[in-house]
């Protein structure tokens, strides 16, 4: 198929990067390292629960939830919906701690909870995370578009054109900058969005129609619970991987939680994280059913793309856009999936300098200023935008980019999640029982990706990933009860405030007393519940 850019679209998309570069400096806020990393703490609820949407849904999301769409049908929409569940919890359990505890970052409450050890750990593989899948990701996605248009474009090229537009107004103006255009991205992105969705259902003939083909397809097309032995969702991986994953990028994730820690207050935080999972469940209907329509307009996708894309499945939303949209059109679409891309990047790459400075730079110069530590942040940004652009072009030799993503994470979370609930809820265990539960997950992973890689034959090789993750999970959490009881007791000051009692609760209660509905996060939280599960009880 020939995809191409008419002078109009050409016109839409270089005015959006220009505008929005500009619109992120206009609001910086780099005066000191609060202002920087934590947007002074003073964001209201829809700037946040924004935030959180947008730096989720980034154009990766787009590329790989329509192609994993046209190639299964819904199932991929469980990742989405689940948002509404983990945040529930989030909102109720954990983000007080957070607040409470003034951290800037997810390992910072490590090391108030256990020791330096776990935030060290934890820092690396964040890092880890926000680099090779986050922003790798997206900018991979990227590259997708761009060579479908310009296939002779080179692909370091494109990366590093993109990098560099989505970290412009990020190193220059801090989290400030990230979450104002993140806002007026994710409305040119749902903008779009939508106006896609209207094109799709029209040419495919409707709803109706799109639901009686994808049956005739394949009857489990429209389901999002599937057998035991589904290639990308078994039902295990459902009930326990995908909350797990869910629980790791909602509640543990930088970028993710600094949005939340930019709040005036806790109220304002809850509500933006539950206004974030709400804007989660019509990705249904904006992006999963698009791609099961794209099933039967563009049945012979494979053909279309052999040679060009090893996964053929990536190219259902660039096809539906370029094929389907009139010139004006094309660009306004991409110039929303830039945004989504220019959103997730940002907050990234933010969320890395952030741990950077104040997890090993402030801990090793204890005396600088905070000039000097949005200075090194700034620096740090650059070098993490420079190691993504080698690394994102590797990408390509993976076999989805849904998969690729979920694949690691799968490998990096579980020993994070198990250590963090059980030092959350249970006051005996210790820093001694953290450290040893990650070390055992790390050596699950590196055993795990040397086995892949070799291609040694075992059973391990042969489970999947999401249920790989709850096994992790389970190993780690029994290595830290047992060092934790072999060991002494950690000390009071890593309990008292760190951990769940009912006063928080009482507390929690109290607050909330005499606010009318629409302000108490509780009831918010059981609508949000109500609407997600009936949504998944109809497509069940």
């Known amino acids: 198929m020939d995809f191409k850019f008419y002078t109009i679209d050409l016109v839409i998309i270089l005015g959006y990067i220009l505008a929005i570069v500009a619109y992120g400096i206009y609001h910086r806020k780099a005066g000191s390292s609060e202002e920087y990393f934590l947007a002074g703490r003073n964001m209201p609820w829809y700037v946040i629960g924004?935030?959180?949407?947008?730096?989720?849904?980034?154009?990766?999301?787009?590329?790989?939830?329509?192609?994993?769409?046209?190639?299964?049908?819904?199932?991929?929409?469980?990742?989405?919906?689940?948002?509404?569940?983990?945040?529930?919890?989030?909102?109720?359990?954990?983000?007080?701690?957070?607040?409470?505890?003034?951290?800037?970052?997810m390992?910072?409450?490590?090391?108030?909870?256990?020791?330096?050890?776990s935030r060290y750990y934890f820092s690396f593989i964040t890092l880890i995370g926000n680099i090779f899948i986050d922003t790798a990701g997206t900018l991979f996605a990227g590259v997708v578009i761009a060579k479908l248009v310009y296939p002779e474009a080179n692909t370091v090229l494109i990366v590093s054109l993109l990098a560099i537009f989505a970290a412009g107004y990020t190193i220059v103006g801090g989290l400030s900058s990230v979450m104002r255009t993140e806002m007026v991205n994710t409305v040119i992105l749902l903008i779009s969005a939508v106006i896609l969705m209207f094109m799709v259902y029209d040419?495919?003939?409707g709803y109706d129609a799109i639901v009686e083909h994808a049956?005739?397809?394949?009857?489990?097309?429209?389901?999002?619970?599937?057998?035991?032995?589904?290639?990308?969702?078994?039902?295990?991986?459902?009930?326990?991987?995908?909350?797990?994953?869910?629980?790791?990028?909602?509640?543990?994730?930088?970028?993710?939680?600094?949005?939340?820690?930019?709040?005036?207050?806790?109220?304002?935080?809850?509500?933006?994280?539950?206004?974030?999972?709400?804007?989660?469940?019509?990705?249904?209907?904006?992006?999963?059913?698009?791609?099961?329509?794209?099933?039967?307009?563009?049945?012979?996708?494979q053909e279309m793309y052999s040679g060009q894309l090893k996964n053929f499945s990536d190219g259902a939303y660039?096809?539906?856009?370029?094929?389907?949209?009139?010139?004006?059109?094309?660009?306004?679409?991409?110039?929303?999936?830039?945004?989504?891309?220019?959103?997730?990047?940002?907050?990234?790459?933010?969320?890395?300098?952030?741990?950077?400075?104040?997890?090993?730079?402030?801990?090793?110069?204890?005396?600088?200023?905070?000039?000097?530590l949005v200075r090194s942040g700034q620096i740090a940004t650059v070098v993490f935008m420079v190691l993504t652009v080698l690394w994102a072009p590797q990408i390509a030799n993976f076999e989805s980019l849904m998969n690729y993503m979920q694949g690691v994470l799968a490998l990096i979370s579980p020993p994070v999640v198990a250590i963090f609930l059980l030092g959350l809820f249970?006051?005996?265990?210790?820093?001694?029982?953290?450290?040893?539960?990650?070390?055992?997950g790390l050596v699950i992973a590196v055993f795990t990706v040397v086995s892949q890689v070799s291609e040694i034959s075992s059973a391990w090789n042969g489970v999947h990933f999401l249920v790989k993750a709850p096994i992790i999970?389970?190993?780690?959490?029994?290595?830290?009860?047992?060092?934790?009881?072999?060991?002494?007791?950690?000390?009071?000051e890593k309990i008292v405030g760190m951990t769940w009692n009912d006063a928080v609760y009482a507390e929690d209660t109290a607050a909330l007393k005499g606010l009318p509905w629409y302000q108490?996060?509780?009831?918010?939280?059981?609508?949000?519940?109500?609407?997600t599960f009936a949504v998944v009880w109809w497509y069940r």
Not at 426 to 440: E, H, I, S, T, Y
């Open 426 to 440: 249970w006051k005996r265990a210790n820093a001694d029982g953290a450290f040893a539960a990650l070390m055992v």
């Open 215 to 301: 049956n005739a397809t394949d009857p489990s097309f429209m389901h999002l619970v599937q057998p035991s032995d589904h290639p990308d969702m078994p039902w295990q991986g459902l009930l326990l991987g995908v909350p797990l994953l869910g629980f790791y990028f909602w509640c543990n994730n930088q970028f993710i939680v600094q949005r939340a820690l930019s709040a005036k207050n806790a109220n304002e935080a809850r509500k933006g994280a539950l206004f974030a999972a709400l804007l989660k469940v019509p990705i249904l209907f904006l992006l999963v059913i698009p791609g099961v329509a794209a099933i039967k307009l563009y049945p012979n996708l």
């Open 318 to 372: 660039p096809t539906l856009v370029f094929d389907l949209l009139p010139a004006g059109l094309v660009g306004l679409v991409v110039a929303g999936f830039l945004a989504a891309m220019a959103s997730a990047v940002s907050a990234t790459l933010n969320s890395a300098s952030t741990l950077v400075t104040m997890d090993f730079v402030q801990k090793m110069r204890p005396g600088m200023d905070s000039k000097a």
């Open 50 to 105: 924004i935030s959180m949407f947008s730096a989720n849904i980034s154009s990766n999301s787009l590329i790989a939830i329509t192609g994993g769409a046209y190639k299964g049908g819904i199932v991929f929409f469980n990742y989405e919906w689940m948002a509404s569940v983990v945040l529930a919890f989030f909102c109720m359990f954990i983000l007080p701690f957070y607040l409470k505890s003034q951290v800037y970052t």
């Open 520 to 531: 108490n996060y509780r009831v918010l939280a059981v609508i949000l519940l109500v609407i």
């Open 203 to 205: 040419k495919a003939g």
């Open 473 to 492: 999970l389970a190993i780690c959490a029994v290595v830290q009860i047992a060092v934790s009881l072999a060991t002494a007791p950690p000390p009071v």
């Open 107 to 117: 390992p910072e409450f490590f090391e108030k909870r256990y020791d330096a050890r």
